[in-house]
C-alpha cells in the first residue's frame, strides 16, 4: 500500500471537519446522507480513498474511519441532551460547530446536521430583516446572508463569501435608510446593556434642505442615559431607558438617534466608561433577572410613540366586534386585557391597563370602530382633539 502523502496525512486528521462541513451544508432533517454517500463525498473533497474507488472495490480505505467519527460525532450530540457530567462536553462541541449531528431511524441509517438556527428560525429573522424600512440595502444583504450561512441545507446552492460589515458612508444628507449606520447603533447599544454602561445620544429629526429631506441633529446638546433593554415593536428598534438622575422610564427609536456612543468619565481623561444607574422602581416590573420582558412593555406602550407624564391608567373602550383583532394588534391579550361581551352583539368592550397618552392616541387613531368609555377625561380627551382636528380642516 502507498504511503500517505504529507498532505494526505493533514487531510485524514480533519476528518470530523469534512465530514461536519459536508452535513451542514448537505443535508437536514429531510434530506439525510448514508454513510456510503457521505464516505463517496468525503472522498471527492479529498482524494483519500480515492484508489480504492477507482478500482471497484467494494470498501473504501478510508470507510472504517470516518465510520469511528461518526459513531464519536453522534455520541457528542447525545451528551449535550443528557443530565450527565459529561454534558459540559457536548455543548462546547454544540456551540462550537453551530449545531449537533443528528441519526434516523431508517435502513441503511442516515445523518443530518441540526443547526442552531433551522430553516423556519432563519426565514423568521429575515423576513423581520427585509420588511424593516431604516436598514440599509446593504445592511440587509449582509445579515440575510449571514442568516442563511447560520442554516445547514441549501438545496445545491454554492456557499457565498460571507460579507464585510458595511461601512459608514461619508455622506450626511441622507436618510437612515440610505446610510448603513443601524447596526453599528445597535451594537453600541447591546454591549452597554450587556456591560451595564451610561450611553451618551444626540437625538435626530428631519427636515428639507434643497428640496431634499435631510436627517439631522435635533439638537446640538447631548442627553446622558441609562439603557436597560433593546426591543422590537412594529418593525422598529427601540431603546429602553432613564435620563441620567431620573428614575421616569421612557424609550428611543434607534434609527431616531442620530448618533450614540458609550459615555466616558468626566475627570478630564475620558480614558473609562460610565457606568449605567440601577434599574428604577418602574421598570423592576418587566425584568426577571437580566431578562426584560418586551411583550408586555409593548402591551403597555402598544404605539410606542412616547410615555406620557401620566403613567399606567386602566382605562375601557368599546369597539366593533369584526374589528376586536385591532385591539389585540396593539394591545396584546395578556392579563392587562380584558375583552367582555356587550348587550349589543356588534360591539366588545375592552379593559386595558396602559399608558394613558397610548389609549388617548389608539381612540383617536381609531376612531371610526372604537369608542372610549372610561375614565371620563378619556371620553372628554379623544372628543377635544376629534374637535380640533376638524376645526384645523376648515381652515385649510
Known amino acids: 500500500m502507498a504511503h500517505k502523502t504529507k498532505e494526505q496525512k493533514v487531510l485524514a486528521s ?3 471537519v469534512w465530514i461536519m462541513y459536508i452535513l451542514r451544508t448537505c443535508t437536514d432533517k429531510d434530506n439525510p446522507m448514508t454513510k456510503k454517500e457521505l464516505v463517496e463525498r468525503v472522498t471527492r473533497l479529498t482524494g483519500l480513498g480515492d484508489e480504492s474507488l477507482q478500482e471497484g472495490k467494494a470498501t473504501n480505505s478510508i470507510e472504517k474511519t470516518i465510520g469511528r467519527r461518526l459513531s464519536e460525532l453522534e455520541e457528542m450530540g447525545y451528551e449535550f441532551d443528557s443530565g450527565r457530567r459529561y454534558g459540559m462536553a457536548g455543548e462546547v462541541f454544540f456551540r462550537t460547530m453551530g449545531g449537533r449531528l ?3 431511524q431508517d435502513k441503511p441509517v442516515s445523518y443530518y446536521f441540526e443547526p442552531i438556527l433551522d430553516n423556519a428560525d432563519v426565514s423568521v429573522i429575515c423576513a423581520a430583516i427585509e420588511s424593516n424600512r431604516y436598514l440599509s440595502a446593504e445592511e440587509k444583504e449582509y445579515l440575510i446572508k449571514r442568516e442563511n450561512a447560520a442554516c445547514s441545507y441549501h438545496d445545491g446552492e454554492e456557499l457565498s463569501k ?10 450626511g444628507n441622507v436618510p437612515p435608510s440610505m446610510d448603513s449606520v443601524t447596526l453599528k447603533k445597535i451594537d453600541t447599544l447591546q454591549y452597554a446593556i450587556k456591560k451595564r454602561l451610561m450611553i451618551k445620544v444626540v437625538p435626530g429629526t428631519y427636515y428639507v434642505e434643497n428640496k431634499k429631506i435631510v436627517f439631522g441633529t435635533k439638537r446640538e446638546k447631548e442627553s446622558y442615559l441609562n439603557p436597560y433593554a433593546l426591543i422590537c ?11 441620567k438622575g431620573y428614575d421616569n422610564p421612557t424609550h ?3 434609527d431616531r438617534l442620530y448618533s450614540v456612543e458609550l459615555a466616558r468619565d468626566e475627570d478630564g481623561k475620558g480614558t473609562s466608561f460610565v ?3 440601577d434599574i428604577p422602581a418602574r421598570l423592576t416590573r418587566f425584568f426577571n433577572g437580566r431578562k426584560f420582558d418586551a411583550l408586555a412593555y409593548t402591551s403597555m406602550c402598544p404605539l410606542m410613540a412616547y410615555r406620557g407624564e401620566k403613567g399606567l391608567e386602566k382605562c375601557q373602550f368599546c369597539c366593533q366586534a369584526s374589528a376586536a383583532t385591532v385591539v389585540i394588534d396593539h394591545f396584546g391579550i395578556g392579563d392587562s386585557v380584558k375583552m367582555e361581551n356587550t348587550e349589543d352583539k356588534d360591539l366588545v368592550k375592552f379593559s386595558v391597563f396602559a399608558d394613558y397618552e397610548n389609549v388617548k392616541l389608539f381612540c383617536i387613531q381609531q376612531y ?6 372610561f375614565p371620563d377625561k378619556l371620553k372628554k380627551d379623544v372628543e377635544e382633539c376629534l374637535k380640533e ?4 380642516m376648515d381652515n385649510i
Open 233 to 243: 415593536q412594529n418593525g422598529q428598534y427601540y431603546i429602553i431607558v432613564t435620563h
Open 252 to 254: 428611543y427609536r434607534v
Open 162 to 171: 460571507l460579507p464585510r460589515k458595511p461601512e459608514k458612508k461619508k455622506s
Open 14 to 16: 480533519y476528518l470530523e
Open 389 to 392: 382636528a376638524i376645526k384645523r
Open 368 to 373: 371610526m370602530i372604537v369608542t372610549p368609555v
Open 102 to 104: 443528528r441519526v434516523t
Open 275 to 277: 457606568k449605567r444607574e
